[in-house]
Structure formats: structure tokens, C-alpha cells
């Protein structure tokens, strides 16, 4: 259940991530040659749940799922897009932000992890943008306040019209005394690298910026009059798709619906299985059932069927499923069964092809997926046992984990080969985490020597005595300490503070370097997260909860 | 008043930062030869506030307030001393870490401020290392937790005696549903590199590790039986000293107690004033009476009557004195009165000597007193008048504040001339931020050019005109408009949620890279900000209240 005290409403009891664009209510998708327009129309009479409306474009999770929905699909169904037009369908408005009225009565819980998403789903923007081709120009016509602006931000190219009224601002803090989380303190300073005491004015003023001022402060790329907005739009959009790679003439695959089927512990899709115990979510991946497909034509052919499609888009959606709908799960424990030789052959059929259009999206979807594992502020713990097959892409899983344990030898009454991890070139570069590193060089942080003896390991069956020795995993167990001592491990878990696990995993998962994304979940997000807190913004008399009551918000003025 | 529903117990009404050898209660100093020895030895009936003894060498403030001037004797008035070693004068514990009554029942805003001061303190142990050749080797005897592996870990070198009861823990998580934030996070996985798996095992486990183990997983440098601790203690402080460039027979200067005399609104030093109005606390920076000192000699005679020092210690102490004891305190806005040309002509001096040790020392106690200005949580403002002196290492003051205002022209009825600035190589180099940054590349991230205009601007006398258009202020504005326009933007500033203010400044002051320090501030930080407002923690039955009563603590088990 997704939230005890909030009714959805569409009467559902979870909330569900899987869309298409017949069901947008919210987006408008439209491709033409190279250039697809992205209109954000919101209805306001169809929000997630009940007791707001969606008014001037302001959005909730429902309308950010149908974005990151449109953002995939743009991806993998239309391959020539290199181009998306991102405008507003209401005349006096781009963006609203997100919805007060729902921010003012969500759970911690879900304000935060509706934050997340909305925070990757604009990270996804950036990443087509930089690895597939696919770039983002942002036509602002009207206010574009807050959320919007922070959507704007994620965009290559911000084009503002210049009409007296239209304007961008974050009125989050005079407003509502929160931040512009979404990443808008981050990549106002870094990625746009406006001035850090021009930002500090312009995210300290209701109303925004407009015009040259804009342009000048460098919070926008340009600024327009109304009768020149079409032209510039059109040649803005000519000079991207001129230097994307993306291939003129490929035809796309669909993404057909994922089915899910839900079980008395949980849930089943084709390939992962979710289990619910305790506290305990238990996560199953399988390997393919066969050989990969023996060439990218047939590959296409296989369209979101391809093993290692088809089990990222299942495993993302478990993820979040437990991330929105089972604050309640402590830990989220991996196992695989199948045949690591397979799994090895799907990943170097990718490796081969990578230049591929399609193959290039799958391990940037890879990418994603695994970062939003990351990101997951659940304990991660991957058991490494007979029958499993944590190779490959699948052994970044192990990499990912805040802790490993594999089984040493076979198992008593078990017939099955003892577990053995495998390595492939696939760990040593595409998969790169937030911090801008792969898993392994996190993990072996600044010690060469531990990465290059994984990789000499690539094609090497790993058993529990290599993976110990190369610091693949954590801990290597007998069958006779397997259970126990994995069962008290989950119930001590189980039994700590959620809040403070969950910010010791948010930083030891991320050693070295910090990044632009780190820097927005972890500067920007635990900040936010501690105002979310505050009674000056969640209080009964907090801006949050004041705002449009008519009533002032009273704050408690020591500086802490 | 430090805080109202607090006692200080010795009568006091605020919390004093000054402090000598002769008055600590929980520190012994002895130096012989290039080694000095720090012994901590908490006195268990001297706490800070009143109702909790710091036992087990334990700490509050007030024991970090001593150990931070024993550290800065150590720079200033022993040139020669290369190794600092780190011991407990305890029998079976070398240190307990932040005494947890005192946590229990200290206010949000005092914890917060505890931790910011002890995580400078820390960082000015690595400060003294890699940059003035002071190497600190900790020697652990008996129980090192939390905290106090903390404070091992600022160090360069850790020795474990491996004596079967010994160990290093971090327990803070499993105890106290807290984290360990003074830094212990990031160091164990960003300085000692310790693996995140093996991390997550170490910071989850109440009893710590010893012996081979704590060197395998990097947790410390050497394990030592007892009956060769004194010879390996011995020898390695031998090669610590031998790769120092301290001076071997320079004599250092003594570090006079600072007169601070109360008046009605604030306080008086020789050099600064702080005025308090409302939420507004008024710093003015006096410049130098006359010109510097002939000579290094000559320098060293006036020792810290020398300008530069003097007014560094100054500004250092009024700025803890606000943050620990004016938490009504809003915004903080500096002002200076004197010769320019001085400033420049001691700023000069420095540089041509910075590689004499004390003006090494000199410039570096600035950066540090700069970073805590950057990192005090309060709005910081400039105000660049005619009859200031903000030229130089002064002018540092104008880039770290969130907004700085300069007059245009003449007074009306002041016949002193118009506001000027001046740059310096001082502003180019020396005084990094905590993001590795100068404060000029911080705020013209990625635009070399402009750094480059600055640069250029060495040694001219740069108007309002002039510094609008090199970047360096916020706002010119001309007399008519001055008042009206600061006032507003205070009072504005003051009705503001302060927490917001708390995360948008903490967010928009580090563009850029983040280093191990930023990391720590910000990443690590906020989330025990965080968690030090979640009932998990401070709650009515949360672990920090209810340790130590037999009563277990109770869980909100939602995962955020």
C-alpha cells in the first residue's frame, strides 16, 4: 500500500510506473523528421491523488512518470529523433513546479522519493543529451517557476521569449521556505555557472528573472521577441540535430507493456520475481533462456524481448515499485539463477555492436538501472549461490551491494555446481556510477592494482576462494554459517534506525570523487531532506503547509 | 546567552573560546625536541554545561575548544615541532568520542555548530600536515570510539597497540542511531580508502575490530604489541620528522590572550567590532595603524600584536562567538575602516617572505579563519564604503559573502574619497576554499577570462564602476538608493525561513569540485542534520534519548 493515509485516485492501491502514450494525460508527444515536440499540458483534474487539482502545469509523480515514460520511449521507439522540443501546451504558463497542495500533505517518505525520481528523470534528459544524441531545447513561453525552471535546467538549450511577462524564477525559498531540490541550486551554480551571488538574488526573488537580465546572469541562453520565437526555435533545433550521431534512417522498437502478475509475497514478471518477508524484499533475476539473437538484425527482431532489455526494464520497475509503494522493505536482497556463460554471451554480443544504435541504449539503460539501484536507500545485499549468475552486467549487482556473500562449495543435497562469478569488459567501463566511476574502481578506490587483477580475471570462472581474494565479494561462507548467519544479519539490519542506514549508505556507497548528479543527491538532496523536516516548512504553521491559506508561516529565526 | 534552557557550568553566560595551557582541564601538552605529545586526559567533573561528567575521555566543546589552541600553539609557538603525537592518559580507553548526555540534551542548533567546530578542528590537524610539516601520529591504547577514531583518523599515521582488548569502532550507528559525522564516514572510505562492503561491516558493528583484521581492512596503519609500542612510536615519529621542512632551530612566538571587552550592542577588540541590532550582527575590521615591519625580525618582535595575525585570531573568535552563542543572529555584515595601501603593504610582506615559517603560519591560519567564514551558517554581506579598506586579503571578504554592495562615489557630506578595492596575488593563490578553489575561481567557475581581468587588475585602485565590471560586487549603488536598499534586503533576509537559508547558502557558496573537506561539510553533514531531527534519533524514545537508560529505543521502521 502506498500510502495509509493518502487515497490514490484512480482507487488503485500502489502506485503503478508503467504508461504508455495512449494513457498520457498529461504529455503530448509529437515526432516529425528529426525533431520531436514534448508538450507538457497538464489536466489538472487527473492527479495521483486525491484532495488537489494540477492547476498551470504544476505536476505530482503521476505527471513525472508519464515524462520519464515519453523520455524512454523516445529512445528506443524513435531513433532518428535527435531533437526534443520541450514546450508548453497552456497560454500563460510553462510550469507551476511541483504541486504545493500535494507536497504540503505527502508523507517524508513519499516528498523524498518523489523528489528522487523526478531528480533522474531529468538526469535521464542530460544523459541522452550527452551519450545518445538525442539533446533537449527548452522553449519557456509564460512563467516558468521553480520545477519548471528546474526541468528547463536540464535542457541544452533554454530559450526564453521575450514578451514583458514570461520569466524564470525559484521562488521556492521566499515562497515556501524549501529549496529548489530538483537539482536547481546544483546545476544553477555548476552547470550553468551562474554567478554565486546573482544566484543567491535570483533564488531569493518571487518573481524571477525576464529578458536581457536573464540572458546576462547566463540563466538562460537566449532571449526571444514572440514574432521571431518560431524561426529561432526552428534554426536552434537544426544546429543540434546537426551534430547528433543518431542514425537518420533506423527504424525503432516498441517498448510493449510489461506484465506483471501480482503473487500472495509479492510479484512476478517474466524474468523477476519479487518476494516479500519481514521486512525483507528478496529480488530474483533469471538469466536468458537461450543463446542471444546471432545478429543485430535479429536483436532488433527480438525488440523489448531481448533478455537484456526486457530484464532492465523489469528490474527498474521492481525497484521503484518497492522505492513508492513498501516503505516498510529494510532491505532488498539479489540472487539470480540461470547460466552465466549466457548472460557472458548477451554481454559481448552488446560489446561487439556497441556502436549500434540500439545496442548503445540498452547498456545506457543498463546504466540507469543500476544507478537508480544506487540510489535506492534500502540495504542492498547480494548472495552469490549455486545455480546463480552473476556475471557480467549481472555481477555489477555484486559490485552494487553494500554487502556480498557467496556460498563456498556446493551446497548439502544439492547437486548444482558450486557458485562461480564471472567478469567481462562490461564492468571495466560503460556501467559508470554517479560519482563518475565504475563500481569496481569505487570500490578498490585509488588501488590500480585491485582493478587490474579483476581484470586479468575477465573470462575466468570466479569461485567463492577467487572472488574473496580478488575483494569481489564480502564475506565467503559454508553451507553450514550460510543461513544463520545471513538470517542475523538481516534481522540486526532490520532492527537498526531506517534514517540513519540510510544516511550511512548514502555515504559509503559513494567514495571518491563527487559529481554534478552526486552533488545533487547528496549536497543538494540531504539539505532538502533536512528542511523537509523542519517546522518551518512541514510545521502546522511552516510555509509549506501556510501556503495559500491566506496566513503568513511563523518560523523559529535561530540560525542553526 | 549560549543557550537559554542550558547552564554553562562555570556561571558563565556564553561560551568562551579562549583558552591557554595554564587553564586546560583536559589536555596535557609537552614538547621535547621536534615531538611534541598531546595527551588527553579528560577531567570527568569539568563538562561544559551543567548535568553530564565526560567519562572515558569523553568530550564536549569545551574540551574541543582546548584541544583546537593547543593546536594552534603548536604551529605558532613551536616552529621546531615536526611530530605531534596523539595519546590518552587514560588506562583502558584512549577516547569515548562527543559525550552522548551531552548530545541527548543539547539543543539542534548547539549540536550542529559542536559538530562544525570539531570537524574544523580535525581538518586543521591535516591542515598543520600537509601544509606546514606538523604530522600527528595517533597511538591507540584501549577503546578508540567513535568520535575519538574520529580524531584518529585526522591523523597520519595509526598506530593499534595489539593487545587483545584495543580496538578501534565505530559505533555510532548500532548505539545511538546516529552517524559518525565528524568526518568518520568519509575519511574511512575517502582517505583511508577502507572498502564501502567492509566499511558498512566496521560502522555496523558495536565492538569495533582489532588486531590483524584493523590493518587488513585499513582501519589503521600498524598493530604493535605493547612490549614494542615505545620503540615503534620512537622510530616512526623519527620518520615523520625526518620529512618535515619545519624549521630546526627557529623560535616561535608567544599567542598573547585576545582582550575582548563587552559593550552595549557587541563586543571590542583591538581590531574588530561587532555590533548587534536586531538580527543583524555588524563585524568592522580595523586596518593596520602603520606600515609593516621592516623585516622578518622585525615581525617577529611585534609576534601576535603583527597585524595580520592580530586580526585574524580576532575575526576567528568574534565569528565562533556568533555561531555558538547568537543563534537569533540572521546575517552577518562586514564593514572595514583604514589605509588600503597598508593592507596591501602587509599582504606584500607576507609574500615575499611565505617561505619564512611564520608567514607560512600567518597565511595559513587566514585560509583557515576564511573557510569558517565560508562555512558559517549565517547570510553573509559586504558592504565596500567610502573609508574601507577591503584590498588584498581583505578583499577576501567581499568574495565570501553571499552579496556585497559597494557605494558609488563620494558621500553625501563625507569628504573621504570613494569606495576602491584592490586585488592582490594573495587573492590568486594561497587562500583556498575548502573546494580547493580560490574564492575568485569559485565565483567565475570555468571563466578564466574573468579570472584573468582581475588578475590584470593587480594593483590598480579599482572604483564601484570598475569592480560591477570585473564581477567583484553585487551591486553598485549610489548614495540615494544605499540605505533604503541594504535595509530592505536585511529585513527581507531576516523573514525568511532560516533553515532554508541554512541549505540554499550551504549550496550556492561551493560550486565546483568537492574534496574530502566539502564532502564532509556538506554530503556528510547534512545528512546527520538530518538524522538529528528525525525521532529515530531525537526522539522521545529514540536511541540518543534513551541510551544509557536500559529502556530500548523504539523505531519508526519507514525507510525514507
Not at 307 to 313: D, K, T
Not at 337 to 363: F, P
Not at 473 to 502: G, K, M, N, Q, Y
Amino acid at each position: 500500500m502506498a500510502e495509509a493515509d493518502r487515497k490514490l485516485a484512480n482507487g488503485a492501491d500502489r502506485i503503478d510506473f508503467k504508461t504508455d502514450p495512449s494513457r498520457y494525460r498529461h504529455w503530448k508527444l509529437a515526432v516529425e523528421g528529426d525533431t520531436a515536440t514534448l508538450t507538457m499540458d497538464v489536466d489538472e483534474n487527473a492527479p495521483l491523488f486525491e484532495g488537489y487539482q494540477l492547476k498551470l502545469n504544476s505536476y505530482d509523480l503521476g505527471v513525472d512518470i508519464e515524462l520519464a515514460d515519453a523520455l524512454e520511449r523516445l529512445r528506443f521507439e524513435q531513433p532518428q529523433v535527435r531533437v526534443v522540443l520541450l514546450r508548453s501546451g497552456k497560454p500563460r504558463v510553462f510550469c507551476a513546479g511541483a504541486n504545493i497542495r500535494m507536497l504540503a500533505a505527502a508523507s517524508h517518505a513519499h516528498k523524498v522519493n518523489f523528489c528522487k525520481f523526478t531528480n533522474e528523470t531529468r538526469n535521464a534528459i542530460e544523459d541522452a543529451s550527452e551519450f545518445s544524441g538525442q539533446r533537449m531545447i527548452c522553449v519557456v513561453t509564460g512563467s516558468c517557476a521553480g520545477g519548471g525552471y528546474e526541468l528547463a535546467l536540464a535542457a541544452d538549450h533554454i530559450i526564453l521569449v521575450d514578451d514583458g511577462s514570461s520569466t524564470v524564477s525559484l521562488p521556492e525559498l521566499p515562497l515556501l521556505a524549501v529549496l529548489p531540490g530538483t537539482g536547481g541550486l546544483t546545476r544553477v551554480t555548476d552547470k550553468r555557472k551562474v554567478r554565486r551571488d546573482h544566484a543567491d538574488v535570483f533564488c531569493t526573488t518571487e518573481e524571477g528573472v525576464k529578458g536581457r537580465r536573464a540572458v546576462d546572469w547566463k540563466l538562460v541562453d537566449e532571449v526571444v521577441p514572440n514574432s521571431k520565437l518560431d524561426e529561432t526555435v526552428a534554426a536552434r533545433a537544426q544546429e543540434f540535430a546537426a551534430k547528433s550521431d543518431r542514425p537518420a534512417d533506423a527504424k525503432g522498437i516498441v517498448l510493449a507493456p510489461l506484465q506483471v502478475k501480482a503473487t500472495p509475497q509479492g510479484r512476478e514478471t517474466a524474468l523477476v520475481s519479487v518476494e516479500i518477508a519481514g521486512r525483507i524484499a528478496t529480488i530474483t533475476l533469471r538469466g536468458p533462456q537461450s543463446a542471444p539473437p546471432a545478429d543485430m538484425n535479429m536483436m532488433l527482431a527480438q525488440g523489448s524481448a531481448f533478455w537484456p532489455l526486457a530484464l532492465a526494464r523489469e528490474l527498474d520497475d521492481a525497484i521503484l515499485d518497492i522505492r513508492l509503494n513498501e516503505f516498510e522493505v529494510a532491505a532488498i536482497v539479489f540472487k539470480s539463477e540461470g547460466d552465466a556463460a549466457a548472460v557472458l554471451a548477451h554481454d559481448e554480443l552488446l560489446e561487439e555492436n556497441k556502436a549500434h544504435w540500439l545496442a548503445r541504449e540498452i547498456r545506457l539503460k543498463w546504466k540507469r538501472v543500476l544507478k537508480r539501484v544506487d540510489l535506492t536507500s534500502r540495504t542492498l545485499v547480494t548472495l552469490v549461490e549455486p545455480g546463480s549468475c552473476f556475471a557480467g552486467t549481472l555481477a555489477e549487482l555484486v559490485l552494487a551491494a553494500d554487502r556480498s556473500y557467496m556460498l563456498v562449495g556446493q551446497r548439502d543435497g544439492d547437486n548444482r555446481p558450486a557458485a562461480a562469478m564471472a567478469l567481462h569488459a562490461v564492468n571495466f567501463g560503460p556501467y559508470l556510477m554517479s560519482n563518475g566511476l565504475t563500481r569496481l574502481a569505487t570500490r578498490f578506490l585509488d588501488d590500480d592494482k585491485a582493478v587490474a587483477a579483476a581484470k586479468k580475471a575477465i573470462g575466468e570462472v570466479i569461485d567463492a576462494g577467487a572472488a574473496g581474494e580478488l575483494g569481489l565479494v564480502t564475506f565467503a561462507l559454508d553451507d553450514i554459517d550460510w543461513e544463520d548467519e545471513i538470517r542475523v544479519f538481516l534481522e540486526e539490519r532490520a532492527s537498526f534506525s531506517a534514517d540513519s542506514l540510510t544516511g550511512l549508505e548514502a555515504n559509503l556507497r559513494f567514495g571518491g570523487p563527487e559529481t554534478m548528479e552526486t552533488k545533487i543527491f547528496a549536497r543538494l538532496t540531504a539539505w532538502q531532506n533536512w528542511i523537509f523536516q523542519r517546522p518551518n516548512a512541514v510545521g502546522e504553521e511552516g510555509a509549506l503547509r501556510r501556503y495559500g491559506t491566506g496566513q503568513k508561516a511563523v518560523f523559529d529565526t535561530k540560525r542553526v
